[in-house]
């Protein structure tokens, strides 16, 4: 199981579409739903943690928060302490080059938040936010760093996809060797009737397009597949004829530990108390039950088998209109049929032996929502 510990709320950033948002934009009004406050830092004991996650042989566990670089001595503790089979890390950058390099170095995949350029990322997250999570980058492979470093990126109406996408993995100096995107859409009460949609037709869509040539161009060029996860996660399925329930795992393979103890279905519904699915010290990993998606216009969809629903936490929350649920599902399908449209010449590809079907192979659950 993959499991997103949250060991603080504390954040050293003030992201445009993160707390900036939460602080500037009321709460969607979910009366049906109730909401629990939680602690800002681990309450419960490490022995808690360490007795439930020593049941599960196969536990990877991705450090979040907040931003968990503030709490080293946590993170230090709890990797000693607790036997995961794999450890993997959510956060800003900045002070990751502060970690010793004895746990920086045991981390399978590190995902930095960053949005392509200089100008964009700290237009959204700050001044210098670029640069210091730059430094942190060059300073961790400079002391033998060799794991997977993942640019997860947010994408919002000043994104230009395309270019803010190709710099980032084509950059000589700091390369990524893995991309993740999400759209800021659909997550909080800040819906505009028009803005959504005019920007994804012209603007986002057309972004798509163009990159998803450039993928297909390399993949022509070098024989590799750029791992860039809303690509090869769609592509690896349609190869393979694999149908997907939600891509990124929450409630059916990937659960969140609160700072309480208590186990949700997704890293994004704290406190939704209806969510509530067992504490770390009386639950066994096997007995957590999954959470589907609630029966709704997803369920019922055409592509709901590729899609898998895009977000829990949206299905639940509701906190667009309909007609704005109906745009992102737009967005999502054309998205798809880009996709699709790439399949024959893979398919070429691969019958010529230019490349394998294993190339398309991605690990699942690492905190890449797949569907942005």
């Known amino acids: 199981m993959y499991y997103h510990l949250y060991i603080t709320d504390e954040c050293n950033l003030n992201c445009r579409y993160c707390r900036d948002k939460i602080f500037s934009i009321p709460e969607p009004d979910t009366p049906d739903i109730t909401i629990k406050d939680i602690p800002p830092e681990i309450t419960y004991p490490l022995s808690q943690l360490k007795r439930f996650i020593s049941k599960d042989p196969e536990a990877k566990i991705t450090f979040i928060g907040g931003e968990p670089t503030l709490r080293p001595e946590w993170i230090g503790a709890i990797m000693q302490d607790v036997p995961a089979a794999k450890w993997m890390i959510q956060t800003n950058g900045i002070r990751l080059k502060d970690l010793p390099s004895d746990i920086t170095n045991r981390f399978g995949t590190i995902l930095i938040s960053i949005d392509g350029n200089q100008e964009l990322t700290d237009y959204h997250r700050g001044k210098d936010t670029y640069r210091k999570a730059m430094e942190s980058i060059q300073s961790i492979i400079a002391r033998g760093y060799r794991g997977e470093l993942i640019a997860r990126m947010t994408v919002t109406r000043k994104t230009d996809i395309y270019a803010a996408v190709t710099h980032l993995a084509c950059n000589r100096i700091y390369p990524f060797r893995s991309i993740h995107w999400q759209i800021d859409a659909g997550f909080w009460s800040d819906y505009n009737p028009h803005a959504y949609g005019a920007w994804s037709k012209n603007q986002y869509i057309p972004g798509i397009q163009r990159l998803a040539d450039q993928w297909i161009s390399v993949i022509k060029q070098e024989r590799k597949v750029p ?6 996660g769609i ?8 149908d997907s329930l939600l891509r990124c795992g929450s409630g059916h393979a990937n659960y969140t530990i609160q700072t309480d103890g208590t186990i949700i279905p997704c890293p994004i519904m704290l406190g939704i108390k209806d969510y509530y699915l067992g504490h770390i010290n009386t639950s066994h990993y096997s007995d957590i039950k999954a959470v ?7 369920t019922n969809c ?9 977000c829990l936490y949206s299905a639940v929350i509701r906190p667009w209109p309909d ?23 893979i398919q070429q590809m691969m019958r010529a032996g230019e490349i394998s079907a294993d190339a398309f192979d991605y690990e699942r659950y690492n905190g890449c929502e797949i569907i942005p």
């Open 227 to 232: 791992q860039w996860y809303p690509f090869t």
């Open 235 to 242: 592509i690896h399925d349609l190869l393979t004829g694999e």
């Open 292 to 298: 589907p998606i609630p029966k709704n216009h997803c």
């Open 302 to 310: 055409d592509i709901f088998s590729i899609c898998g629903g895009r």
């Open 323 to 345: 007609e704005g649920f109906t745009e992102i599902c737009t967005t999502v399908r054309s998205y798809i049929k880009i996709l699709q449209g790439l399949i024959p010449q």
